[in-house]
Structures are given as structure tokens and as C-alpha cells.
């Protein structure tokens, strides 16, 4: 037979069943956050380092002028490397419909003993037959075909050649291909050789021997090899290291996880005021009870015991709500996360430490929000608790505020009586307001982040005044290509430009890039460009952009400038390009959307840098105003007149494709977003139902008196609807105002991630007028219904309430 005490424990949990259960969907859901965002963080984190390890990515990749067997039996052979292979990569081109998309062809040797940068069949022939190429299983979408369909490839020195594609693989070394708008391929030299292309391999790949994550171990060990293949006379083009065994992506899913996290926490202690506020109402509905228990010998101990039990049942009931939740949905969000990082998921298992912190938290901080309050009222005295009538002691300028709101006539008795119950319990009150604000802060940021990202997404192109940019295959003749190309129809301008692979000052004496085989992340460029060009107009950061006549001068994109040690306007930097040194003045910073990390030189610079006088390597053409389809076609036009002119073409890139890969790579965050402040908004508002239930329960005596001294229920009413309005106007000023820093925040995390620059802070008119009027509606709902409920009990009833 249980005691006294825990009967009253569960009477009290069964009496106030309605709060209680408010209390445990506000916790479980804040739980079901902090569960699904660390759960989905640490599989993710651990099957994405596991993945991309397993595939044993290069060290480093050094580029020659060719590769062979007797070569890598050499470089095996030094003590400092663990692994060495030939390979080679091409940039092709693949028609998708009546256009070309990038397509990268990895050439491998045998596929059956590959020793580094594995990849996994997935679906049809392995090894590829002759003839045949293998895709990237998320490759389909973008290539529009699949096993068994037939593409036409053209290679830089082939012709357009058709190509069936006999199977699909993972990799799960590269981004995801619908990302970078390209297909990954993987063929044969023999294959290769069909397409029109020299049959020869050109990377060695290695890796160093116990050096797996530490960088400046394997940049020695490269600057050896390098070394050693230049004293047998061979010719080093390119050196590639990228971040020892961090996926592409690896960073963008940290900071996403680590951000999730944060708010996740943010809701459970949202979650947790609003446990300790209604801990609190309840206790002060008690006070006298509590007395009387004290009275006859309880103490301070077990009647603090006895109510903090209630919290931890709290947190109990919400926990076996939200655990085996979250694990669900961490396993969802895992699985979403891999298909967008291209990785393949080994386990699916939550850790066992993810569901300690949960069960922690779950049982923690609601505990600590009501120990303030349960410690308070049980060291009351039994005098003071006796004497307790349910009436709010007077405040400090409580008298002040009703002479202020008596001298406001024009408020009204009703608005003035509404105002003055709603300051009666001023910390109550700030609660309150906090909790519903800070779900409006986040509905609004919610908001907001996406408009601020599309704003600063647009300057891909405002910052680009052209439609297309063709890069070359090789180096071309200045005065021949444009002419070529004026001459087509729709082109309204064009221009030469020069661009080419570059590295910071190093002193293995080749350019050393940290760049990873999609050649894409990680990549620097130096761009030789027209000072007096009309087709760019990148936002100034800092000095100036390129004047006719700068020959020492470069101007430094935020990328190029944030890899530099933070170079300023100017700083000298050295740059290793086209076999040289290059030092150059920085005379301005731009902010340059879209491109990789790049130093933008004059063309009369660039010349004499590559050594290429009169030579482009990029043709810059804008279209007259035309429709979407009208500029494709002239696109189209443009590249056909390229072809039958001998000029090879190696990737064009029209403007509207640049912004939409850019965009693909946080859509996934945006979705993110509103979905955290959903959570957060539904918080706020369970808070703001359950706080205003208890503040109309707590005066259901008062709600008597007034009727027993001839108010109407429809006059109740509308003083506490008075004072629900008032609470939703309080928040809705406070959730603008919080909204502010929350949309910085966010903000620069988000464009951080995508541009290595914060968005704009840019406040969406939308969410301001819609939250306000959503705050106090709420507001209104929520002290509306327990109202009605109070106003339809008898006199009698009411005054008996306790």
C-alpha cells in the first residue's frame, strides 16, 4: 500500500493530467530533436569517416607526363610510401538531350586489384567490357541514363563516340554528381583509347606510410618523391594533396550537425522553463496544503522529494515517448545525409552514448528547472503557508503601475483590469513571453535565412553579366576564337580570357594544390582577364579592381584571399603557375560567388606569365535578352561553331547552371531550417498553452467573485482575453527583436558554409506581419478555452475551487 506522500504524488499528477500531459509533449519533443540531431550526427560522422577511408583515398596525386608499372614499382619501393598506383583522369564531355555536361573519366588499369582510391560496384558488369563505361550511382539523374543506354562521350582529342554504359558504381570519395552537375566515369586504357585519347596513365597516386591524417608528414614525404622523379628526369605538371581522410563534404555536414545540436539543446531548456513554471502554478495552488503537511512533521526534504519526483516522472513519460522516436529518426536522418554525401552506410546503429546524454538531459534539466521553485516552497514557514489566500503579494511598483493605468483613460476598466492581472506575475509573465518568443524568433528565422540565401545565391549571376563560359582544351589562338563567335547569331559580346591552375608559393617547385580528384574541390586558379571588361562586376571587399596598365598587380576573390593567411589590399603574394613563381601585389578584394579560390590577373599578366601571348583558354560570351530557350540555343550555336572550327572544347558552364549547382549544395540545409523552427514554434506554443491555462486556473476564486458581484461571463471573458492579447503582443515585439540576432547567427553559418561569406541579414515581411497576428491569436486561443471552462462553473464552485 503506498504511503500518503506518493498518493498524493499520482492524485496530483491525475488532477492536473491536462498540464502534466502538456508538460511531457513539450519535453518529448524537444528530446525527439536533441536524440534525432545526435543520433543522425554521430552515425553520420562515423560512417562518413569510415566510408571515405574505406575507399583508401591518395595521399597525394602527382601528376606526369606518364605512368608506368616499372615507375610505381619504385616509388612502392621507398620507405616512406605504403602504396603507389597509376591511374589518369580526363575531363570529357557527355550529351545529355541536345546538350553536353561535364563528364570525368577515372582510368583505371584493373579494376580487379585496385590498391588505392577503391570505388564499390554497385549494379551491372564489373570490370567494365571494352568499349563500356561505369557511372556513379547517383550519376543516372544527371546523365538521364543507365545501364544499358548508350551516350555519346567526346574526349579533348577524340571525336563524339558512342558509349554504352554497362554498370553503376559508389564512390564514396566524391561528392555527390547531382551536386557538381557532373557524371563521374570510369573506364580502361583500352576503352580510353577508343574514345579518341592517348591510352597513357599520367597520375601516380600514393599514399604515405603511417601518415593517414597527418598532413605535414605527407606534404615531406610527396616533396621526396618529387624530388626523386625529377632527378630521373621526369616532368612534374601538377602536385595534388587534399585534407587527409576528410570527405569533401565532410566540414558542411559538421557544422550543419553541430548547429542542429545547439537548438535541439535550446528547445529541451525552453522545454524545461516551461516544467518549472508549471511545477511552480501547481505548488502555489498547494501552498496551504503544504502548511498543513508540514505541520504535522513533514519536511522541508520530502516534500521537495515529493514534488521532484512529479518532474522526474515528467521526464520519464516524455523520454519513453521521444527515445525509440529519435532513434528512427536519426537512422532517416542518417540515410539522408548519406545519399547527399554519397557515402554507403555500413551500420545504422545509434551509439549507446547518444541515448545516456538523452536520458540525462530528459531527466536533468527539468529537474533543475523545478528545483528552484520546489526548494522555495518548501522551506516556507507553516505560518506563512496558513495564511496563504491564492492572492499574488504586491510587487515592487505595483501601486505606481495602477495610478499609471488609472490616469490612461481611454484604455477602458476592461483593458485596465486585463493589463494589471497580466503584470501580476511579472516573472511568470517574462516566462511566458521568452518561451512564445522564442519560437517566433525561430519561425521568423526560418523565414528569413532563406530569402537572405537566395538574395546573396542571385549574385552568382549579378555578379556575372554573361551566360556561358567555355574552357578550352588547349590554348587557342586569341583573334581567331572570337572571331569565330561574333559571328553567331544572339551573341551579343565576348571576350578572351586565360585560366590556369595555380598554387601558393611552395618550394617543391610545381604548384601544390589541395585539391581532391574531382578536380573541383579545393582547386585555386589564376584567371587572366580584360581590365576594362563589361561581362563581371564582382562587390568590392577592400582596394580596387584592375586597371589598363597594372602588369604586378593581382585582385584576390574571398576565397583565394581567406587561403592566403588573410592577404590584404596591399600585400605581396608569390604564386607557383605555368612552371614559374609569380610575385604579384594585391590591390583589391572581391567577393566572387560561385568560383573557386582566384587570382585575377590582367590579360597582359596572364601573357606573360603562361608564356602564351595572344593565346585564350576561356571564351566569356553574353547573349542578347533572350528566353530561357532562345539563350540555350544560342549557347548551343556557339558551341557547335567552336567545334567545326577546329577548337576543342573542354567544359562549358552556363551562368544559370553555376547557380543552381551552388544552390544544391545547401538545399538540404534550407529544408533544415524549417524544420527546426517548426520544432521551436511548437515548443513556444505548448509553453504559451500550458502558462496561460495556469494563470486562468489560478484565479478561478477570483473569476467567482467577479461574477458573484454581478460581472457577466462575457465580461471575465474579455478581461482575460485582454490579458491573453496582451501576451501575445509583448512576444510578438520581443520575437522581432530576437529574430535579429538569431538571423545573423544563422546567417553566417549558412554562408560560411556555402561562400566562405555571411548572408545578408534580411528580415522577410512576410514573417513579421505573420507572426504577430499568429502570437496573439494563439494567445487569445489558449486563455480563451480555460476561460470559457471557469466562466461556465456556478459561483459556488468556483469559490470552492482549490
Known amino acids: 500500500m503506498p504511503s500518503p506522500r506518493w498518493q498524493k504524488v499520482w492524485r496530483d499528477l491525475w488532477t492536473g493530467r491536462g498540464r502534466v500531459a502538456l508538460m511531457i509533449v513539450a519535453v518529448a519533443a524537444s528530446l525527439f530533436a536533441l536524440g534525432t540531431a545526435l543520433g543522425g550526427f554521430a552515425v553520420a560522422r562515423r560512417e562518413l569517416t569510415r566510408a571515405y577511408l574505406d575507399t583508401r583515398p591518395a595521399s597525394a596525386t602527382i601528376e606526369l607526363d606518364s605512368v608506368d608499372d616499372a615507375l610505381v614499382d619504385k616509388v612502392r619501393a621507398m620507405p616512406e610510401i605504403a602504396e603507389a598506383e597509376a591511374r589518369a583522369t580526363i575531363r570529357a564531355r557527355i550529351r545529355v538531350g541536345e546538350d553536353w555536361r561535364p563528364l570525368l573519366l577515372f582510368v583505371v588499369a584493373n579494376f580487379e586489384r585496385m590498391r588505392l582510391s577503391t570505388f564499390a560496384p554497385h549494379a551491372g558488369a564489373w570490370p567494365p567490357p571494352r568499349g563500356t563505361m561505369l557511372i556513379d550511382h547517383l550519376g543516372v539523374s544527371v546523365a538521364l541514363a543507365g545501364i544499358g543506354d548508350t551516350v555519346v562521350v567526346k574526349t579533348p582529342h577524340g571525336r563524339p563516340t558512342p558509349v554504352r554504359i554497362s554498370g553503376l558504381v559508389w564512390d564514396s570519395s566524391l561528392a555527390p554528381a547531382v551536386m557538381e552537375r557532373t557524371v563521374w566515369g570510369y573506364i580502361t586504357p583500352e576503352t580510353l583509347a577508343l574514345l579518341g585519347q592517348p591510352g597513357t596513365l599520367d597520375e601516380l597516386k600514393i599514399i604515405v606510410a603511417n601518415a593517414a591524417l597527418d598532413g605535414a608528414r605527407i606534404e615531406a614525404a610527396t616533396r621526396s618523391v618529387v624530388a626523386w622523379l625529377r632527378s630521373q628526369g621526369r616532368f612534374v605538371e601538377e602536385v595534388q594533396i587534399p585534407p587527409p581522410g576528410r570527405h569533401p563534404h565532410q566540414g558542411q555536414m559538421t557544422a550543419v550537425m553541430i548547429m542542429l545540436i545547439g537548438f535541439a539543446f535550446l528547445a529541451l531548456l525552453l522545454s524545461g522553463i516551461l516544467v518549472g513554471t508549471t511545477v511552480e502554478a501547481m505548488m502555489a495552488r498547494q501552498v496551504r496544503e503544504i502548511g498543513a503537511m508540514k505541520a504535522i512533521g513533514a519536511r522541508a526534504g520530502q516534500l521537495a522529494g515529493m514534488y521532484l519526483v512529479m518532474t522526474v516522472a515528467v521526464g520519464m513519460g516524455a523520454l519513453i515517448v521521444a527515445t525509440p ?138 555578379g556575372r553579366r554573361y551566360d556561358v563560359a567555355i574552357r578550352l582544351q588547349r590554348p587557342e589562338s586569341t583573334e581567331a576564337a572570337l572571331a569565330a563567335i561574333r559571328g553567331v547569331p544572339g551573341v551579343a559580346h565576348a571576350e578572351a580570357w586565360g585560366t590556369m591552375p595555380a598554387s601558393w608559393d611552395n618550394d617543391v617547385g610545381v604548384p601544390v594544390v589541395h585539391t581532391y580528384p574531382d578536380k573541383g574541390h579545393g582547386a585555386f586558379q589564376v584567371v587572366g582577364i580584360p581590365p576594362s571588361t563589361s561581362l563581371v562586376s564582382f562587390p568590392l571587399l577592400e582596394g580596387r579592381w584592375l586597371a589598363p596598365g597594372d602588369i604586378h598587380a593581382v585582385v584576390l576573390n574571398h576565397m583565394a584571399s581567406g587561403n592566403a593567411q588573410s592577404a590584404r589590399v596591399g600585400d605581396a603574394v608569390t604564386i607557383a603557375a605555368a612552371g614559374g613563381r609569380h610575385s604579384w601585389r594585391v590591390v583589391g578584394l572581391v567577393r566572387d560567388l560561385g568560383s573557386p579560390a582566384t587570382a585575377y590577373v590582367s590579360d597582359e599578366t596572364y601573357a606573360l606569365a603562361s608564356g602564351g601571348r595572344g593565346k585564350t583558354s576561356q571564351l566569356i560570351v553574353a547573349t542578347e535578352p533572350l528566353s530561357d530557350a532562345g539563350r540555350a ?26 547557380r543552381s549547382a551552388v544552390g544544391e549544395h545547401m538545399a538540404v540545409m534550407m529544408g533544415l531550417i524549417l524544420a527546426l523552427s517548426g520544432l521551436m514554434t511548437l515548443v513556444g506554443l505548448l509553453g504559451l498553452g500550458a502558462a496561460m491555462s495556469i494563470a486562468v486556473v489560478e484565479r478561478t476564486r477570483e473569476l467567482g467573485v467577479m461574477q458573484a458581484v ?29 529574430a535579429v540576432p538569431w538571423t545573423a547567427l544563422v546567417g553566417s553559418v549558412v554562408g560560411n558554409l556555402a561562400f566562405r561569406v555571411p548572408l545578408p541579414l534580411v528580415m522577410s515581411p512576410t514573417a513579421v506581419v505573420i507572426w504577430p497576428i499568429a502570437a496573439v491569436l494563439f494567445s487569445a486561443l489558449a486563455t480563451a478555452f480555460p476561460a470559457r471552462r471557469a466562466c461556465r462553473m456556478t459561483v459556488r464552485e468556483a469559490l470552492a475551487y482549490a
Open 633 to 658: 540555343d544560342v549557347i548551343r550555336r556557339v558551341e557547335r561553331t567552336l567545334e567545326s572550327a577546329g577548337i576543342g572544347i573542354d567544359v562549358s558552364i552556363p551562368s544559370h547552371v553555376l
Open 710 to 738: 454581478g460581472a457577466t461571463p462575457g465580461l471575465v471573458l474579455r478581461v482575460v482575453l485582454t490579458e491573453g492579447v496582451f501576451v501575445g503582443l509583448c512576444s510578438a515585439v520581443a520575437a522581432v527583436a530576437l
Open 325 to 462: 522516436l529519435a532513434a528512427l529518426a536519426a537512422r532517416g536522418l542518417l540515410h539522408f545525409a548519406a545519399h547527399n554525401l554519397n557515402i554507403k552506410v555500413a551500420s545504422s546503429a545509434v551509439p549507446a552514448w547518444v541515448f545516456i546524454v538523452q536520458w540525462a538531459a530528459g531527466l536533468l534539466i527539468p529537474v533543475a528547472a523545478a528545483a528552484v521553485p520546489v526548494v522555495r516552497s518548501s522551506r516556507m514557514t507553516v505560518q506563512r503557508a496558513l495564511r496563504n489566500v491564492g492572492s499574488a503579494k504586491e510587487v515592487f511598483g505595483e501601486r505606481r503601475l495602477d495610478g499609471w493605468l488609472s490616469r490612461r483613460r481611454g484604455l477602458g476598466p476592461i483593458v485596465t483590469l486585463g493589463l494589471r492581472n497580466a503584470l501580476r506575475r511579472r516573472g511568470r509573465l517574462g516566462l511566458t513571453v521568452l518561451l512564445l518568443a522564442t519560437g517566433g524568433a525561430m519561425f521568423i528565422t526560418g523565414l528569413n535565412v532563406p530569402r537572405a540565401w537566395s538574395r546573396r545565391l542571385d549574385e552568382v549571376n549579378t
